[in-house]
């Protein structure tokens, strides 16, 4: 039994210490602990796609259409402002058009064999609201 245990130890510890790491990760906490706003059916130009290569991640400004809930074509920003229509196929997992949950794509795979996620920043829920912590009674009242 202690065997067992002491495994199931090792193998927690051995896939949080090999954690996806970058850009990702960072947006996905921030999405996991604020929430998002439903994405309805709409063009969306203030995006981030983040491309997953291994345990690391990049992510690039782009464009999305949003139809029946569904991502229908993405664009890819460059640095001059400009936007290109991503024209290879993309699907997700179950090879259809990927949906999206919590304000986040489901995990898109293109033709050129690229996984990355579309992320909807705007969507993201604001702060909740926190009570303003008052300073200790200080030199004043001592």
Avoid: H
Wanted: hydrophobic share 40%.
């Amino acid at each position: 039994m202690k065997k067992i245990f002491l495994l199931i130890l090792l193998s927690v510890f051995f896939v949080n210490s090999y954690a996806q790491t970058g850009c990702y990760s960072d947006w996905k906490t921030v999405f996991e602990k604020r929430g998002a706003y439903t994405v309805t059916d709409d063009m969306y130009r203030n995006v981030i796609i983040s491309f997953i290569e291994g345990e690391e991640s990049f992510c690039i400004y782009g464009k999305v259409r949003v139809e029946n809930g569904k991502i229908v074509s993405i664009f890819v920003q460059y640095e001059d402002g400009e936007f290109a229509l991503m024209d290879q196929k993309f699907t997700n997992k179950l090879k259809r058009a990927p949906g999206i949950v919590n304000g986040i794509s489901e995990e898109i795979s293109n033709e050129a064999g690229e996984k990355f996620y579309v992320l909807f920043v705007d969507k993201i829920k604001p702060k909740k609201r926190e009570y303003k912590k008052a300073a200790g009674p200080g030199a004043n009242f001592k």
